[in-house]
Nanobody, 122 residues
Framework: QVQLVESGGGLVQAGGSLRLSCAAS????????VGWFRQTPGKEREFAAT????????SYADSVKGRFTISRDNAENTVYLQMNSLKPEDTAVYYC???????????????WGQGTQVTVAS
């Protein structure tokens, strides 16, 4: 069993930066790929970034590529999402999730955090 807790969200001006953290419990965390997803009211949850269990592979949505960086520290059981050059359209609830399958589809992720709100003011 893996439990995930996100933190680091908040209100930021356009062009600013935030770093989200996803802290995991459970000794099996290092075997899971971890993704970040985001969701706004009335819309489907969408993929933002994912990192493989070892940290060697990373994948980004086109909408965040070049601005967001995903990383992980397996010794600390934590995955990070560094978000730079934020835009108002990045406003959403951000969720981290764990999967044993390398995928960008949210339906194949087994464990989810509760989410953290990111609001980017114009």
């Amino acid at each position: 069993q893996v439990q995930l807790v996100e933190s680091g969200g908040g209100l930021v001006q356009a062009g600013g930066s935030l770093r989200l953290s996803c802290a995991a419990s459970g000794r099996t965390f290092r075997y899971y790929h971890v993704g970040w997803f985001r969701q706004t009211p009335g819309k489907e949850r969408e993929f933002a970034a994912t990192i493989s269990a070892s940290g060697a592979l990373k994948s980004y949505a086109d909408s965040v590529k070049g601005r967001f960086t995903i990383s992980r520290d397996n010794a600390e059981n934590t995955v990070y999402l560094q978000m730079n050059s934020l835009k108002p359209e990045d406003t959403a609830v951000y969720y981290c999730a764990g999967s044993k399958v390398w995928t960008t589809s949210p339906t194949t992720y087994d464990y989810w955090g509760q989410g953290t709100q990111v609001t980017v003011a114009s």
